[in-house]
Structures are given as C-alpha cells and as structure tokens.
C-alpha cells in the first residue's frame, strides 16, 4: 500500500500562483510514476501532469505546458506540482496519483494509488 497525503490547495487570483505537494509513505516512493490528475464541478478527472520515477523525464497536457512543473524529490518522498500564472479554468480538486506501470501520460484507470485530493480555486 501507498498513502498520499495532497497539500497546498488554496484560493488565489488569476496570474498566481501555487506549489501542490504530495506526500508519500507506505512502499518505496521511487519504484512509482507520479501524476497529478485535477476533476472540476461535473466534469471528468483528467490527467495534467506526470513525472517518471528517476525525475529525468516528465509529461504535462497541453493546457498547462509552460505555466505548470512537477518533480519529485525521492530522498523525501515528495511529489511536487507548481503552477504559476494560473487562471480560473485551472479551479479544481487537484489529485495526486500513483502508477508502478508508469506509463505516461497517465491514465485514470492504471492509477495504483490516490490521494484525497486539495482544493485550488481561481478567482478573477
């Protein structure tokens, strides 16, 4: 089993920003894909962001290229999702997820483990 504990959501305005972190426990972190996954209000949990279990290689969905980062620090577990310039479209829960597949990116259904995931809301 692996737990995933998200933190870091919150309320920010349009052109902020915000850094998501996802904690690990349970078997070893770095055996794992890591992704971040965001669902809003009546829409589908879509996959945004995803990181291979080096860190050497990552993978982002085309609407936040440019504007958001993940990495990983394996020494502590962690799993990072910064966003900047955000916009309202971004607001969602924000879910960390983890794969031992590792394929990317990553689909909703080869997800091993989930977190509980954080709230990021974007106002105008």
């Known amino acids: 089993q692996v737990q995933l504990v998200e933190s870091g959501g919150g309320l920010v305005q349009a052109g902020g920003s915000l850094r998501l972190s996802c904690a690990a426990s349970g078997r070893t972190f770095s055996n794992y894909a890591m992704g971040w996954f965001r669902q809003a209000p009546g829409k589908e949990r879509e996959f945004v962001a995803g990181i291979n279990w080096s860190g050497r290689s990552t993978y982002y969905t085309d609407s936040v290229k440019g504007r958001f980062t993940i990495s990983r620090d394996n020494a502590k577990n962690t799993a990072y999702l910064q966003m900047n310039s955000l916009k309202p479209e971004d607001t969602a829960v924000y879910y960390c997820?983890?794969?031992?597949?590792?394929?990317?990116?990553?689909?909703?259904?080869?997800?091993?483990?989930w977190g509980q995931g954080t709230q990021v809301t974007v106002s105008t």
């Open positions: 997820a983890a794969d031992a597949w590792g394929a990317q990116p990553m689909s909703v259904t080869a997800v091993d483990y």
